[in-house]
């Protein structure tokens, strides 16, 4: 049985007696186990995050202009990692006529266009990757 659970039965007995002071420091009891309990999560939840961001850090790589991650052949967006340590694919526009290729952040809606085609990029990228 848990802390709330515990406050409640107590509560229930104090009611028999009707102390309505006694009774209203159980209520308040019962709202700070409550309010730690749920500080207790929003700080679980938090660890989870900063887990999950570290282990990602892990796994991304810089090949200029943009960050990568192994076996993905779309990059991150590198204003959003590098800033806000945010891991967003971009969207790649299109390979242009003077060698440069488009792509574009969602998130930032930062547009970058790196020398080099899409299939170029990748290829730089892995070859990065494997020294």
Request: glycine fraction near 4%; include cysteine; aromatic fraction near 10%.
């Amino acid at each position: 049985m848990g802390a709330v659970e515990n406050i409640k039965e107590v509560a229930e007995l104090v009611k028999k007696f009707n102390d309505i002071e006694l009774n209203r420091r159980i209520l308040n009891l019962e709202n700070e186990v409550l309010d730690l309990s749920r500080e207790r999560r929003r700080s679980e939840e938090k660890i989870e995050e900063l887990e999950r961001a570290l282990k990602l850090k892990t796994q991304l790589y810089f090949s200029e202009p943009f960050y990568w991650m192994k076996g993905d052949t779309t990059p991150y967006c590198p204003s959003c990692w590098e800033a806000k340590t945010i891991a967003v694919h971009l969207l790649f526009g299109c390979d242009n006529q003077d060698g440069t290729s488009v792509w574009n952040c969602a998130n930032c809606k930062h547009n970058y266009w790196p020398q080099g085609h899409r299939q170029q990029l990748v290829a730089k990228a892995n070859m990065v990757r494997d020294r």
